[in-house]
C-alpha cells in the first residue's frame, strides 16, 4: 500500500477496522508504532508482530478500509463535522475511562463534555405522561440549580426525546447519541429537534460514519456511550426488558451512578425501574434533589438560563398557539389538517415552541400549553 492518504484517513480507517476500540487499538500501535504503519506493512509482517489471526491483518481488508476513509474524510471536510481520536486532547476523559470506548467518533455542534455535571437520561420508547413530565420537572430543576448540566440521551422516540427537549426547553445543554452516520437524522421525525440541539449549544455524536448500514445493534451499541460519557444515568420509565435496561447495566460496568425513578405496581413501563431498585441496582429518584444529595452536587442557587417569559411569536407560531389553546390537547395530525400546514413544516414550529416554553409535548404526537 504506498499510495499517500492524509493523517485523518489513516485515523478514520485504524478506528473502523472491524472490533477496534480503544483498548485494541493501544495495544496494536505499541506493536506497529503508527497507523500509517499498520497499512504500510504487509500481511505476513502484522501477523508475525502481531501473533494475529484476525482477517483485520488482511491486505485487501485493509486497502478497502483506507478507500472507504478517504470518501470519510472528504465528507466530515464538506459538511463541518468534527472527528475526535482516542489519542486526541479534548478525547471525553469519562468515555475513555470504558473498555469498549471507540477509537474515533464523529460530532456536530459544541458542547463541552468535560462539564462537572453531565447526566444521561433514558427509558421506554412508549413513554407515559407520567415519564414526560417527570423528565422536564427532573432536568428543570436540575438546570436552576446547574449551569453547566449537560444531558445526555439517544434521540430515540419516548424518554430519550422528552429528555432533550426538556433540556432545550431549561437552557440546559444536551447531548444526542445516534445509532448511524451524520448524514442523516434517525428517527426523521426528530431532525427538527436535531437543529435545535446544535443551535443551542448540544451535539449529536457518533461513532458510525456516513457509509455505514444501519443495523439492528447499532441500537444496542450506542447505549454504551451514552453510559460512559455522564456520571449518573437516570431510567426514567422501562418495561422489564430493553434498551434502558441495557443501559443502566452498562453504566453499572463502567462504575457510574445509576438512578430509576419508581412506578405503580402492575405498570408496564414501571416494571424494570421497580426492580432496578428493588434488587438495589439503582437508587430511588423522585426529584432534582435526590440526585444533587446522591451525587453530591452542590447547586449555585441560581436561577436557570430560561428563554423569554412571554416570548414574541411568529404569526405561523400564534397559530399553531390559537388551535391549542381551543382544543386544549391536539394530535399533530389534526392540527396539521386544521392549519393546512405540512407535518414536517409542523414540527419545526412546534419544537420552536416547545423551546420557548409556550407548548408542552405529550406522548403519542400530543400538544397541549405548557
Given at each position: 500500500?504506498?499510495?499517500?492518504?492524509?493523517?485523518?484517513?489513516?485515523?478514520?480507517?485504524?478506528?473502523?477496522?472491524?472490533?477496534?476500540?480503544?483498548?485494541?487499538?493501544?495495544?496494536?500501535?505499541?506493536?506497529?508504532?503508527?497507523?500509517?504503519?499498520?497499512?504500510?506493512?504487509?500481511?505476513?509482517?502484522?501477523?508475525?508482530?502481531?501473533?494475529?489471526?484476525?482477517?483485520?491483518?488482511?491486505?485487501?481488508?485493509?486497502?478497502?478500509?483506507?478507500?472507504?476513509?478517504?470518501?470519510?474524510?472528504?465528507?466530515?471536510?464538506?459538511h463541518g463535522i468534527g472527528v475526535?481520536?482516542?489519542?486526541?486532547?479534548?478525547?471525553?476523559?469519562?468515555?475513555?475511562?470504558?473498555?469498549?470506548?471507540?477509537?474515533?467518533?464523529?460530532?456536530?455542534?459544541?458542547?463541552?463534555?468535560?462539564?462537572?455535571?453531565?447526566?444521561?437520561?433514558?427509558?421506554?420508547?412508549?413513554?407515559?405522561?407520567?415519564?414526560?413530565?417527570?423528565?422536564?420537572?427532573?432536568?428543570?430543576?436540575?438546570?436552576?440549580?446547574?449551569?453547566?448540566?449537560?444531558?445526555?440521551?439517544?434521540?430515540?422516540?419516548?424518554?430519550?426525546?422528552?429528555?432533550?427537549?426538556?433540556?432545550?426547553?431549561?437552557?440546559?445543554?444536551?447531548?444526542?447519541?445516534?445509532?448511524?452516520?451524520?448524514?442523516?437524522?434517525?428517527?426523521?421525525?426528530?431532525?427538527?429537534?436535531?437543529?435545535?440541539?446544535?443551535?443551542?449549544?448540544?451535539?449529536?455524536?457518533?461513532?458510525?460514519?456516513?457509509?455505514?448500514?444501519?443495523?439492528?445493534?447499532?441500537?444496542?451499541?450506542?447505549?454504551?456511550?451514552?453510559?460512559?460519557?455522564?456520571?449518573?444515568?437516570?431510567?426514567?420509565?422501562?418495561?422489564?426488558?430493553?434498551?434502558?435496561?441495557?443501559?443502566?447495566?452498562?453504566?453499572?460496568?463502567?462504575?457510574?451512578?445509576?438512578?430509576?425513578?419508581?412506578?405503580?405496581?402492575?405498570?408496564?413501563?414501571?416494571?424494570?425501574?421497580?426492580?432496578?431498585?428493588?434488587?438495589?441496582?439503582?437508587?430511588?429518584?423522585?426529584?432534582a434533589d435526590d440526585l444533587m444529595?446522591?451525587?453530591?452536587?452542590?447547586?449555585?442557587?441560581?436561577?436557570?438560563?430560561?428563554?423569554?417569559?412571554?416570548?414574541?411569536?411568529?404569526?405561523?407560531?400564534?397559530?399553531?398557539?390559537?388551535?391549542?389553546?381551543?382544543?386544549?390537547?391536539?394530535?399533530?395530525?389534526?392540527?396539521?389538517?386544521?392549519?393546512?400546514?405540512?407535518?414536517?413544516?409542523?414540527?419545526?414550529?412546534?419544537?420552536?415552541?416547545?423551546?420557548?416554553?409556550?407548548?408542552?409535548?405529550?406522548?403519542?404526537?400530543?400538544?397541549?400549553?405548557?
Amino acid at each position: 500500500m504506498t499510495r499517500d492518504y492524509s493523517p485523518m484517513a489513516y485515523r478514520i480507517a485504524f478506528a473502523n477496522l472491524q472490533g477496534m476500540g480503544v483498548d485494541l487499538a493501544r495495544k496494536l500501535l505499541d506493536v506497529v508504532g503508527s497507523e500509517e504503519s499498520f497499512f504500510a506493512m504487509t500481511e505476513k509482517e502484522l501477523r508475525a508482530l502481531t501473533h494475529g489471526r484476525s482477517k483485520i491483518y488482511r491486505d485487501d481488508y485493509r486497502r478497502e478500509c483506507l478507500e472507504r476513509a478517504v470518501r470519510e474524510d472528504a465528507f466530515v471536510n464538506e459538511h463541518g463535522i468534527g472527528v475526535t481520536y482516542f489519542r486526541d486532547e479534548s478525547y471525553p476523559h469519562r468515555l475513555i475511562e470504558a473498555p469498549d470506548a471507540p477509537a474515533l467518533f464523529y460530532s456536530l455542534g459544541k458542547c463541552d463534555l468535560e462539564s462537572a455535571h453531565v447526566i444521561s437520561v433514558v427509558g421506554t420508547r412508549h413513554a407515559t405522561q407520567y415519564g414526560v413530565r417527570f423528565c422536564d420537572t427532573l432536568i428543570g430543576e436540575l438546570a436552576q440549580q446547574l449551569p453547566d448540566l449537560v444531558v445526555v440521551s439517544g434521540l430515540a422516540y419516548g424518554i430519550d426525546i422528552a429528555a432533550h427537549r426538556a433540556a432545550l426547553k431549561h437552557g440546559a445543554s444536551t447531548v444526542a447519541v445516534l445509532p448511524r452516520g451524520l448524514n442523516r437524522i434517525y428517527p426523521s421525525m426528530h431532525r427538527p429537534d436535531a437543529v435545535s440541539i446544535v443551535k443551542q449549544g448540544g451535539m449529536l455524536l457518533t461513532d458510525y460514519t456516513s457509509q455505514d448500514a444501519v443495523q439492528k445493534s447499532n441500537f444496542l451499541a450506542r447505549n454504551r456511550i451514552v453510559a460512559a460519557l455522564s456520571d449518573c444515568t437516570v431510567i426514567v420509565e422501562s418495561a422489564g426488558s430493553g434498551g434502558a435496561l441495557v443501559t443502566a447495566s452498562l453504566a453499572m460496568s463502567y462504575n457510574r451512578d445509576v438512578m430509576a425513578v419508581p412506578g405503580r405496581c402492575g405498570d408496564e413501563f414501571s416494571a424494570g425501574c421497580n426492580k432496578l431498585i428493588a434488587t438495589s441496582k439503582a437508587a430511588l429518584i423522585t426529584s432534582a434533589d435526590d440526585l444533587m444529595a446522591a451525587m453530591r452536587w452542590e447547586g449555585t442557587g441560581g436561577q436557570p438560563r430560561q428563554l423569554e417569559l412571554f416570548p414574541d411569536l411568529t404569526r405561523e407560531e400564534q397559530a399553531v398557539v390559537d388551535v391549542i389553546r381551543n382544543q386544549g390537547e391536539v394530535h399533530i395530525n389534526a392540527l396539521a389538517d386544521t392549519l393546512q400546514v405540512p407535518v414536517y413544516k409542523l414540527m419545526s414550529l412546534l419544537v420552536e415552541l416547545d423551546c420557548k416554553n409556550v407548548i408542552s409535548t405529550l406522548p403519542g404526537c400530543r400538544y397541549t400549553l405548557a
